[in-house]
């Protein structure tokens, strides 16, 4: 419906411009033809005028030819009788003659020769209709004074002009409609090549809408068109790959859940169900039992501050810091699990402060999940080395571990939501884009390199803080949803 109201809509405006501009050609032809026909046939009856006029001068100079008779012998053998007819007519406007030998006994209306009579040119002219028929008449008063003759009369009729003119103005009329048929063809054909890939891309979206984010447009042209085809077959591979990374979150969540609750029910019914528990496999379960419910609490707070994000509700409480002292804690936090995994932890803390303005909690938690997860696809004997640099404006950590590192083709997706690049290892593939959206909301950046085989490298850019910021709390506004947000 909407591609034939455009179909509609073009044709009728493009149409009606059309038109309008064809029929004032026309009309504006049709005037100048009119005008350049009844010129042409007014110029032609003004020279046979003149010529008349120097032959009665050269008649009345003769003295060997009788006036009256050459001018009867010269109006009865006229030459162009068969374009129009000459009179002569005496000083009462009675017709003595015509070329065409009609006479009339009736006097004739003859509005020129009453014009000619008071003109200082001698002459008149009249163009109208005279016993039904339009008719040019001019009449020239004679140069000779003679009582016979007072003026010539040449009477021209105008239907085979004004037929010749209907002619031209069909012949117009034709070439507009031709015009009009050409235009609606090719209009048709324009609009369609914009229409009928509008309403394959309506058909195309309702399927994407619908789910099936295996639809996509066949690309014709390498115009607008096409680029708007590559946009929706770009959003339709952007949505199925976002649902196969959201299937594949669901079920790693599920997985992530299910090893620590079934961790703890089992040790849960071994402590309640055993008998003769000794202290050391007491204290053994229950170590277990707190460290997955440490793990649990953890991944509920992941997905809260994931849905947090996506909301758009995600807050920092800032305040002026030292981040170094919170990198140092953080490297604290993680000393005692690296020796267990046999990973060599490096962090050579400079003796400075770096005082940011910035949520110490959120910090904190970028810091714990990049160091986490450089342990986490780290083997033993591997090197996890941290440093931090200062420079006027910034301060860069930089976290490298000498792990199993991250392939190419995962590298540029490595920060979207939902996205793991090893699925051997344990993990909700959320906390780093969480860590992502933290550093942006501090006016900082994540950079990661890495090459595979041989270890990844995550530096963290963050401003410090001005010698004039004030110390005291801030809690900065909220952000935009995290489907909104570019990374």
């Known amino acids: 419906m909407a ?13 009606g411009v059309i038109l309008v501009i064809l029929l004032a050609l026309e009309v504006a032809f049709a005037i100048g033809v009119r005008g350049f026909f009844y010129s042409s046939v007014e110029q032609s009856v003004n020279s046979q005028a003149n010529y008349i006029t120097s032959m009665l001068k050269s008649y009345s100079e003769d003295s060997s030819v009788t006036f009256s008779t050459e001018v009867r012998r010269m109006v009865e053998q006229f030459g162009e009788k068969d374009k129009m007819e000459l009179m002569a007519v005496d000083i009462n406007g009675n017709v003595i003659i015509t070329s065409s030998g009609f006479e009339s006994t009736e006097k004739m209306y003859m509005p020129d020769f009453e014009e000619a009579i008071v003109s200082s040119d001698m002459r008149g002219q009249f163009r109208g209709v005279i016993n039904n028929e339009n008719v040019l008449a001019i009449t020239v008063l004679s140069p000779v004074n003679d009582e016979s003759l007072a003026a010539m009369r040449f009477v021209v009729s105008l239907s085979r002009v004004d037929e010749q003119i209907v002619v031209f103005i069909a012949i117009i009329t034709l070439i507009g409609v031709a015009i009009i048929f050409f235009v609606i063809l090719s209009s048709s054909y324009f609009i369609n090549s914009i229409v009928i890939p509008v309403g394959e891309m309506g058909k195309t979206a309702r399927r994407i809408a619908q789910g099936d984010f295996k639809a996509r447009l066949e690309k014709k042209n390498d115009d607008e068109i096409g680029e708007l085809c590559d946009i929706i077959n770009y959003m339709a591979e952007e949505l199925a790959t976002s649902e196969a990374l959201k299937n594949d979150f669901i079920s790693s969540v599920s997985h992530e859940l299910r090893t620590p609750l079934t961790a703890i029910k089992g040790w849960g019914e071994t402590l309640a169900y055993g008998d003769d528990i000794d202290r050391d496999t007491l204290q053994k379960g229950m170590h277990v039992i707190l460290s997955e419910t440490d793990r649990l609490s953890s991944m509920v707070e992941e997905l809260l501050d994931f849905s947090r994000m996506q909301s758009g509700r995600l807050k920092l409480v800032k305040t002026k810091i030292d981040l170094l002292a919170e990198l140092g804690e953080a490297v604290m936090m993680y000393t005692e699990r690296a020796k267990r995994e046999g990973i060599a932890l490096i962090y050579d803390e400079p003796d400075v402060m770096a005082p940011v303005f910035g ?34 404006h910034n301060l860069e950590i930089s976290v490298a571990d000498t792990g199993c590192g991250i392939s190419p083709q995962d590298l540029p997706n490595i920060k979207r939501k939902f996205y793991k690049a090893n699925y051997t290892r344990r993990g909700s593939g959320i906390g780093l884009a969480v860590a992502d959206e933290i550093i942006a909301m501090h006016g900082g950046t994540i950079d990661i390199h890495s090459v595979q085989g041989e270890g990844t490298t995550v530096v963290i850019t963050l401003p410090l803080a001005g010698k004039n910021t004030e110390d005291t709390t801030l809690i900065s506004g909220e952000t935009p949803p995290f489907d909104q947000q570019q990374f």
Do not use: P
């Open 359 to 392: 949520d110490k909690n959120r910090l904190r938690q970028v810091f714990v999940n990049v160091i986490d997860n450089a342990l986490k696809y780290s083997d033993e004997g591997d090197t996890v080395t941290i440093t931090a640099v200062l420079d006027s």
């Open 3 to 15: 591609v034939k109201k455009i179909t509609k809509r073009w044709l009728f405006n493009n149409l």
